[in-house]
T-cell receptor
């Protein structure tokens, strides 16, 4: 299994541009998550999904959109990029929402908005 | 609102020491607590997950304990090695509204010197 994969690894955007961060998992997990990590900080949840067709906002959703058309893929869309969105973005997945289940993380996408 | 704190933010020790990493959280209504390791420029690797009904979990040289009533967890690393150098994050999963998300501490950067 490849686990959780993310593309691209690095990206530089100009202010006002848009892009989609890709995330895929091959573990047949229902739950998927997007987090961002700012320097010296913990991770903060942007959006999550409990299954195909179902998404919900996390702690910091403004400026982002998501969709979940398949179990495997959970892309994150940035519209009108702003410098405040410079961060490292992590996608994660888990098999369910029960207490004994771990979240598995992808390697991250490092985004710079200038 | 759940808050997770890890103190100190950084620790530098000589090789061979036994280490205790601390994590505290403000709301004891949790499903589980997870310890992660993050190497520079990399994603998160899950080390241990403790369910709310458990007191501790062990994996090799790592032992994590959970005291839900006092809002504390410790990660014990026995006989530390230079390869243990990384940032260690703890995260809790709440059992009430928004239970799908993990709330992260800011992490503790560990350096083990040869």
């Amino acid at each position: 299994n490849a686990g959780v994969t993310q593309t691209p690894k690095f990206r530089i955007l100009k202010i006002g541009q848009s892009m989609t961060l890709q995330c895929a998992q091959d573990m047949n997990h229902n739950y998927m998550y997007w987090y961002r990590q700012d320097p010296g900080m913990g991770l903060k949840l942007i959006y999550y999904s409990v299954g195909a067709g179902i998404t919900d906002k996390g702690e910091v959703p403004n400026g982002y959109n998501v969709s979940r058309s398949t179990t495997e893929d959970f892309p994150l869309r940035l519209e009108l990029a702003a410098p405040s969105q410079t961060s490292v973005y992590f996608c994660a997945s888990s098999s369910s929402g029960t207490s004994g289940v771990e979240q598995y993380f992808g390697p991250g996408t490092r985004l710079t908005v200038t | 609102k759940q808050e997770v704190t890890q103190i100190p933010a950084a620790l530098s020790v000589p090789e061979g020491e036994n280490l205790v990493l601390n994590c505290s959280f403000t709301d004891s209504a949790i499903y589980n607590l997870q310890w992660f390791r993050q190497d520079p420029g990399k994603g998160l690797t899950s080390l241990l997950l403790i369910q709310s009904s458990q007191r501790e979990q062990t994996s090799g040289r790592l032992n994590a304990s959970l005291d839900k009533s006092s809002g504390r967890s410790t990660l014990y690393i026995a006989a530390s090695q230079p390869g243990d150098s990384a940032t260690y994050l703890c995260a809790v999963r709440g059992s009430q509204g928004g239970s799908e998300k993990l709330v992260f501490g800011k992490g503790m950067k560990l350096t083990v010197n040869p």
